[in-house]
């Protein structure tokens, strides 16, 4: 929870449109580049002819060094959504592994759809995982070579190099994330007396013209038959405002001294000071 305080009183305001745009640009270059030499270069994957640098991460791209301090973009989203893409498309890919091929256009639109559902229902919709799931549902050359490891390889580490790139480099213009795992800290809290709803709203603003109403019946009574009345007036009453409406008339007879004094003051000040000559 202290963390989740710390960002959120971090959070600073976006840096100019043509400054973000060229570093987010810059950044989207060097987390790809770092996929694409890992691809190009090793040996592993080299040697084996594994998938790597695929499609969806450019996708991820854009939220993460785009916009990173939308709640898709935030790590939760990113990790999370991949994997369960990965995973369902995987399942749905070898279920359907055996299936005519007049069914075959069916496990991608099944992987996407299931994968979005799971997505809502654990709140970490991430938009590219929905590319994560067709791909690995559509028969995929990818899918298809590491079957079951899909979610662990190559999604899982692609999904870390983002999420550390993200980390590394956009907090040397805005902080990310902004929260790690829940949005709901985040919210700023409502004070107590501030309405919420349309019907609270009016009635507090009737009430406020009810009390407004009241002060200047008070006001009157102050002025025609002093405090010390009033307050017997209310006394007798017994009502559950009478406190208030006690401490209102004291509040509305120092204003009043006041009033006076200031008044009495610059009067004072007029008579000694001579005028000037025109």
Same mark, same amino acid.
């Given at each position: 929870m202290r963390g989740v305080q710390r960002y959120h009183e971090e959070i600073k305001p976006a840096p100019p449109v043509l400054a973000w745009a060229i570093f987010s640009g810059l950044t989207s270059f060097i987390a790809m580049s770092i996929l694409g030499m890992i691809t190009k270069y090793g040996a592993a994957i080299k040697d084996h002819h594994l998938p790597f640098?695929?499609?969806?991460?450019? =996708? $991820?791209a854009v939220l993460l060094y785009g916009v990173p301090s939308a709640p898709l973009s935030q790590p939760r989203n990113v990790l999370v959504g991949h994997m369960i893409a990965a995973l369902i498309g995987t399942f749905i890919n070898?279920?359907?592994?055996?299936?005519?091929?007049s069914l075959q256009w069916l496990p991608g639109a099944l992987a996407v759809g299931v994968s979005i559902a799971l997505m809502g229902l654990t709140n970490c919709y991430h938009p590219p995982a929905g590319a994560t799931a067709y791909l690995a549902g559509f028969y995929s050359a990818d899918a298809v070579r590491v079957g079951w490891w899909f979610a662990l390889y190559p999604v899982l580490p692609v999904v870390?190099?983002?999420? $550390?790139? =993200?980390?590394?480099?956009?907090?040397?213009?805005?902080? *990310?994330?902004? *929260?790690?795992?829940?949005a709901v800290h985040m919210a700023p809290s409502t004070p107590p007396d501030e309405p919420k709803t349309q019907v609270e709203l009016s009635q507090s603003l009737e009430q406020s013209q009810v009390r407004e $109403?009241?002060?200047?019946?008070?006001?009157s009574s102050v002025d025609s038959c002093g405090a010390s009345q009033v307050d017997d007036h209310i006394e007798n009453e017994g009502d559950a405002d009478s406190a208030w409406m006690a401490a209102r008339i004291h509040e509305l007879e120092h204003?009043?001294? @006041?009033?006076? =004094?200031?008044?009495?003051? *610059? @009067?004072?000040?007029?008579?000694?000071?001579?005028? $000037? =000559?025109?």
């Open positions: 640098a695929i499609a969806p991460a450019g =996708a $991820s070898q279920l359907f592994r055996d299936s005519p091929e870390l190099i983002m999420i $550390s790139v =993200a980390l590394l480099l956009n907090n040397l213009a805005r902080v *990310y994330p902004v *929260y790690w795992f829940t $109403s009241a002060s200047e019946s008070l006001r204003e009043l001294h @006041e009033l006076r =004094a200031k008044q009495h003051h *610059y @009067e004072a000040s007029r008579l000694h000071t001579p005028h $000037s =000559a025109v």
